[in-house]
């Protein structure tokens, strides 16, 4: 069942819930108005009686034919001034309590010796002129009924009113229904189609918000567009990675494949130099895939951590002793400085991350430089919280980062000079996985630059275990 359908019935359904709610709660009300009513005017009958009783009695000085004059008085519709006509029935009783008037075979009969006698006496009304009672009259009060026509009419009245009231307002709600629903279904419609043609794979589709009207239709429509932004962004990142991992593995896969050949064809021969090749670049693929799985692991969040404590110092020293041709083949000036902190993280991913950043430091420094490595303890405001970070800054002594490339250099496969570093053996991912196996410890890599002076990477780490918080 379509959403308008379904909020139109609800309407529907709601308006009949309470016409028959109201209907019921204005009915009692009424039943209770009606018998109020009805004893009123009893009342009034019975005053209206007594005092023409009591002038008849006044008149006659005895109760001598009032029996008739009832039956006159009830009959005759023409009798100005005497209480009103209907089924009544009366009794008149003498001071001896001897019916003078009533039901015909009782009168003259003494009240007890009536049916219903006891119950007549306790309710009889004395009549009584200048103090001195005359008699007694007692009214049977039988004259307004719930089942009288004029309480059946004035119900049916207030049924018809109310079937007519629901009828309107059932209308009503239908067309403020079919309004309402098509000003709010329509925007869904356009963005089911909307959503079905991403499906489809048509990313570039946006819907205008403004012209949805507003609330929640409208942050709907914004959070489409922002979905779609991003979607856009994923295929975009993903159809550039798998052009960037197909130009990669182009280079070593030509190597491989002419130097293979050559051999087939006896041009070349089998040897250890014409193999080595082959080897170099089955090595560089081999690399290329194992950090390309780690990128994906830690930029998905999914990267396994064995922290522990580090001694970040002897790390970085055991490091540069790892490089010690190359340092010495560029005579660089080492220097440390600095307080350092043991810091909690995976030893090996930490080691990773240093032995890029040392070797990226060596590989672009000028030769006679110097490489640099500063350590800092800092403190910083987090959640009004003081974190204790400690900083490790590696500046180099080389060309420098240009300032429009040093917001690309953590993309991944993102060289500077890319025939350079491309020979150079880098696959461009070095920085990409150095930031997020920081980031995945709680910490940041930034990089800083001036141009043929130097670079600075500086890698933060926190100092207590709340890696996981
Ligand atoms: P990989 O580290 O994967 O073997 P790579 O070193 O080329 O390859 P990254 O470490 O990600 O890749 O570095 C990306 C690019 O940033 C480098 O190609 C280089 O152009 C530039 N770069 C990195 N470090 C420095 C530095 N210290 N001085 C100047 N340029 C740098
Ligand atoms: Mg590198």
């Given at each position: ?72 008085m009830l009959h005759d519709p023409d009798s100005k ?137 409208k942050a709907l429509t914004e959070a489409f567009n ?31 494949s002419g130097k293979l050949e050559s051999i087939q ?205």
């Amino acid at each position: 069942m379509t959403l308008r359908r379904k909020f139109i019935l609800a309407l529907v359904g709601m308006v009949v819930f309470m016409a028959v709610i109201a209907g019921g709660i204005s009915l009692f009300s009424f039943n209770k108005l009606l018998d109020r009513s009805v004893s009123y005017i009893q009342q009034g009958l019975a005053t209206q009686w007594e005092i023409a009783l009591i002038s008849y009695y006044e008149k006659n000085g005895s109760w001598e034919g009032v029996q008739s004059q009832i039956q006159t008085m009830l009959h005759d519709p023409d009798s100005k001034g005497s209480p009103p006509r209907g089924n009544l029935r009366i009794w008149i009783f003498d001071t001896a309590y001897k019916a003078t008037a009533g039901a015909e075979p009782e009168i003259g009969k003494s009240i007890a010796d009536i049916p219903n006698g006891a119950e007549i006496r306790s309710k009889l009304v004395p009549l009584q002129v200048n103090s001195q009672t005359i008699g007694y009259f007692f009214l049977e009060d039988n004259f307004l009924t719930r089942s009288d026509f004029f309480s059946r009419t004035l119900v049916s009245s207030i049924m018809r009113a109310m079937l007519i009231s629901m009828f309107v307002t059932l209308l009503v709600a239908l067309l403020l229904g079919i309004i309402l629903t098509r000003r709010m279904t329509e925007p869904l419609k356009q963005l089911t189609q909307a959503v079905t043609s991403v499906g489809q794979g048509q990313l570039s589709i946006r819907i205008n918000p403004e012209e949805k009207g507003g609330g929640d239709i409208k942050a709907l429509t914004e959070a489409f567009n922002e979905m779609t932004v991003k979607l856009a962004q994923y295929e975009e990142i993903r159809s550039n990675m798998v052009a960037d991992i197909a130009h990669e593995l182009r280079t070593p896969l030509t190597v491989i494949s002419g130097k293979l050949e050559s051999i087939q064809e006896g041009v070349a021969a089998a040897s250890p130099e014409t193999i080595l090749p082959i080897q170099d670049e089955v090595i560089r693929m081999t690399r290329l895939v194992r950090d390309l799985q780690q990128l994906t692991l830690a930029e998905a969040g999914k990267l396994p951590l064995y922290i522990q404590e580090i001694d970040i110092r002897n790390m970085i020293l055991r490091i540069l002793d790892h490089f010690a041709i190359a340092l010495e083949e560029k005579n660089l000036r080492i220097e440390i400085t600095g307080e350092s902190l043991p810091v909690y993280g995976d030893p090996d991913r930490l080691t990773q991350v240093f032995v890029n950043l040392i070797d990226n430091a060596i590989r672009h420094s000028r030769e006679g430089g110097f490489l640099r490595i500063n350590f800092k303890l800092e403190f910083r405001d987090k959640n009004d919280t003081e974190e204790k970070r400690l900083s490790i800054g590696i500046t180099d002594s080389g060309e420098g980062i240009p300032e429009t490339d040093l917001s690309r250099v953590f993309d991944r496969f993102y060289r500077v000079d890319t025939a350079r570093d491309r020979n150079s053996g880098g696959t461009g991912l070095g920085l990409a996985i150095a930031r997020e196996f920081i980031r995945a410890h709680g910490g940041d890599l930034t990089v800083s630059s001036r141009l043929s002076e130097g670079c600075c990477f500086t890698v933060w780490l926190r100092v207590k275990n709340n890696i996981n918080s």
